[in-house]
């Protein structure tokens, strides 16, 4: 079972650390997602990691404030968020698949967790 965990209200400029843990199992072998969904507004992968760690997604509004990351010691995975804004506003879910390729479409994701809940004022 996958839990985010992380996500608070924070002023625009800021940065956040969203922490996902899995019990039961591992992440070995798995492609792990950062999906986040806006009110009103579908879900969207924003950073993919490779289980290989051969690759890492980032989807365009993210890219360059956004870092996904793995602690195997600590069976984490991180999603390190700077300079957010106001649009980064959304609840924050970490999935994991295990397709050929990392997903870049929320729709290849099997694993899902609880999401957390980002906020950012303006």
């Known amino acids: 079972q996958l839990q985010a965990y992380g996500g608070g209200l924070v002023q625009a400029g800021s940065s956040l650390r969203l922490s996902c843990t899995a019990s039961?199992?591992?992440?070995?072998?798995?492609?792990v997602g950062w999906v986040r969904q806006a009110p009103g507004k579908e879900r969207e992968v924003v950073a993919a990691?490779?289980?290989?760690?051969?690759?890492?997604y980032y989807a365009d509004s993210v890219k360059g404030r956004f870092t996904i990351s793995r602690d195997s010691a600590k069976n984490t995975v991180f999603l390190q968020m700077n300079s957010l804004k106001s649009e980064d506003t959304a609840v924050y879910y970490c999935?994991?698949?295990?397709?050929?390729?990392?997903?870049?479409?929320?729709?290849?994701?099997?694993?899902w967790g609880q999401g957390t809940l980002v906020t950012v004022s303006s």
């Open positions: 990691d490779n289980w290989r760690g051969s690759s890492t």
């Open positions: 999935a994991t698949a295990t397709t050929t390729y990392v997903p870049i479409t929320p729709t290849y994701y099997g694993n």
């Open positions: 039961g199992r591992t992440f070995e072998r798995l492609h």
